[in-house]
Nanobody
Framework: QVQLVESGGGLVQAGDSLRLSCEAS????????MGWFRQAPGKEREFVAA????????YFANSLKGRFFISRDNAKNTVFLQMNSLKPEDTAAYYC??????????????????WGQGTQVTVSS
């Protein structure tokens, strides 16, 4: 049974930082591309960041470059999302996902095979 469990969300003020974690089990973690997506109420799920199975390549939504960072620790089956200088518009449920074969389409949520339940991030103004 594959399971992805996010943690680290919470209520913060604008300008604060958060580090989200996603622990995976039931799969060969190092073989999967890992991604982060977010979804605000009434909006579609959007791409945040992704990291290749080796950790060599990382990808970010253009608007988040320089503010959000992704990393992974394959020995611990964990992927992280470091979020700095948070803004109210970052408020959303954040989900991690795993893709066995993304074919280069890492920004497309439909290529991911497994999803976590999400962790809520709320940024007050």
């Amino acid at each position: 049974q594959v399971q992805l469990v996010e943690s680290g969300g919470g209520l913060v003020q604008a300008g604060d930082s958060l580090r989200l974690s996603c622990e995976a089990s039931g799969l060969t973690f190092s073989r999967y591309t890992m991604g982060w997506f977010r979804q605000a109420p009434g909006k579609e799920r959007e791409f945040v960041a992704a990291i290749s199975w080796s950790g060599i390549s990382t990808y970010f939504a253009n608007s988040l470059k320089g503010r959000f960072f992704i990393s992974r620790d394959n020995a611990k089956n964990t992927v992280f999302l470091q979020m700095n200088s948070l803004k109210p518009e970052d408020t959303a449920a954040y989900y991690c996902a795993a893709a066995f074969r993304d074919n280069g389409n890492y920004m497309n949520s439909r290529v991911y095979d497994y999803w976590g339940q999400g962790t809520q991030v709320t940024v007050s103004s």
